[in-house]
């Protein structure tokens, strides 16, 4: 049976999403009502201003940093529907969720860190990931499918065109995460945070 991408009932949460990200994107970096070094995310600075946990997924770099991240909207969104998604508010749901669990698994890894006086300083943001936990989760999905996700019928399936398509966007992705400038911790959390909500 052909694939229909055509728009459908699910689809506005996605258009929320990327509607967040470009206003967010022009208030900050073409407007500038507000430096974005406020909203980064900064471990050391997060007891004081928890806010950031969610201000550091909606900032980004630049115009491409966003456009990246755009078009892991539009991949996710292809993969769900590939899968058969049937949830008004799944990926909306998902987001808020992994903005928390992502935040706690670098927090356990800062707290190991610390155990051996190792103290990381750095700055991250963007919506990378929330996408890789995104493609941590399709990819598990794709072989054993997701019917509930927290009590509510998401109808996922699995697929293995999916399947071989989000294991080789995962393998480039988590590579390309080893180039100087990218949050390797950040996509590593976000797709570990992934595959955890994965098994909820």
């Avoid at 689809?11 to 407007?31: A, C, H, K, P, R």
């Avoid at 491409?64 to 990926?91: P, Q």
């Avoid at 990378?128 to 996922?156: D, P």
Wanted: proline share 2%.
């Amino acid at each position: 049976m052909p694939f229909n991408n055509s728009i459908s009932k699910y689809d506005w949460q996605y258009l929320v999403t990327g509607f967040f990200l470009i206003s967010v994107f022009i208030f900050i970096n073409l407007i500038g009502v507000i430096d974005k070094e406020y909203f980064y995310f900064v471990p050391r600075l997060i007891s004081e201003q928890p806010y950031r946990i969610i201000t550091s997924i909606l900032t980004h770099a630049d115009l491409n940093h966003l456009l990246s991240n755009l078009g892991g909207i539009i991949i996710t969104r292809y993969f769900l529907k590939k899968l058969g998604i049937k949830s008004r508010f799944f990926y909306l749901k998902f987001i808020l969720i992994c903005s928390f669990l992502n935040f706690f698994i670098i927090w356990v890894y800062e707290k190991i860190l610390s155990y051996f006086n190792f103290y990381p300083h750095y700055a991250a943001l963007g919506f990378s990931g929330i996408i890789y936990a995104l493609f941590g989760f399709i990819l598990l999905t794709s072989f054993y499918g997701k019917k509930y996700f927290l009590g509510k019928e998401i109808g996922l399936k699995s697929n293995y065109e999916v399947q071989k398509m989000s294991k080789t966007i995962c393998l480039i992705g988590l590579t390309f995460s080893f180039l100087p400038g990218v949050s390797l911790l950040g996509h590593l959390s976000g797709f570990i945070a992934g595959c955890f909500l994965f098994f909820i």
